[in-house]
T-cell receptor, first 112, second 116 residues
Framework: AQSVTQPDIHITVSEGASLELRCNYS??????LFWYVQSPGQGLQLLLK??????LVQGIKGFEAEFKRSQSSFNLRKPSVHWSDAAEYFC??????????FGAGTTVTVRA | KAGVTQTPRYLIKTRGQQVTLSCSPI?????VSWYQQTPGQGLQFLFE???????NKGNFPGRFSGRQFSNSRSEMNVSTLELGDSALYLC???????????????FGAGSRLTVL
């Protein structure tokens, strides 16, 4: 069974500082990996995805993620956060069964 | 291009009632998925439909059902509501075929159900 672990429930970061959100996955075959962001009262917006190829993927809003198969990880990074990046972030894994499995999410607070 | 539209956005029901939620996918998308989001359980997969056929179903009781119409619009129904059904119900659409087509989901804003 596929699963995703996001070890950090809540992260506080200063505006302009770098951000890294951790994600570990469990999947028997080649995983398809995603990061989504959710603002309060809204649906989920796709930040980036990894299917194959280059293990460093670029996404929207200046985010990037690196796939490390040996560590079963897909960590999300941003070099310099903006106050508008305050939101909840979800890592997800998908496969050939038409569903995504999501992590519990990491809430990011940005302080001025 | 219009996004995924979910109606209603908010609704309040009482225990024992039933509810129907609607989802209109992005034009041209043939797959619709439903997810339940709660503070305690997080995001959980309910079911996925493609061309009116259910291709996968999550681990939910039979009170939760869905369907998809020939125009790809989808509805989900929850009968005999329980307090624990209070949640944000998210619909997502995708083209539905191929690796990217089946997995890259575009989500709607959700329908927030409160059961009293």
């Amino acid at each position: 069974a596929q699963s995703v672990t996001q070890p950090d429930i809540h992260i506080t970061v200063s505006e302009g500082a770098s951000l890294e959100l951790r994600c570990n996955y469990s999947y028997g075959a080649t995983p398809y990996l995603f990061w989504y962001v959710q603002s309060p009262g809204q649906g989920l917006q796709l930040l980036l995805k990894y299917f194959s190829g280059d293990t460093l993927v670029q996404g929207i809003k200046g985010f990037e993620a690196e796939f490390k198969r040996s560590q079963s990880s897909f960590n999300l990074r941003k070099p310099s956060v903006h106050w508008s990046d305050a939101a909840e972030y979800f890592c997800a894994v998908g496969g050939d069964d038409y569903k995504l499995s999501f992590g519990a999410g990491t809430t990011v607070t940005v302080r001025a | 291009k219009a996004g995924v539209t979910q109606t209603p956005r908010y609704l309040i029901k009482t225990r024992g009632q039933q509810v129907t939620l609607s989802c209109s996918p992005i034009s041209g998308h043939r797959s619709v998925s439903w997810y339940q989001q709660t503070p305690g359980q997080g995001l959980q997969f309910l079911f996925e439909y493609f061309s009116e056929t259910q291709r996968n179903k999550g681990n939910f009781p039979g009170r939760f059902s869905g369907r998809q119409f020939s125009n790809s619009r989808s509805e989900m129904n929850v009968s005999t509501l329980e307090l624990g059904d209070s949640a944000l119900y998210l619909c997502a659409s995708s083209p539905g075929q191929g690796i990217a087509g089946a997995n890259v989901l575009t989500f709607g804003a959700g329908s927030r159900l409160t059961v009293l």
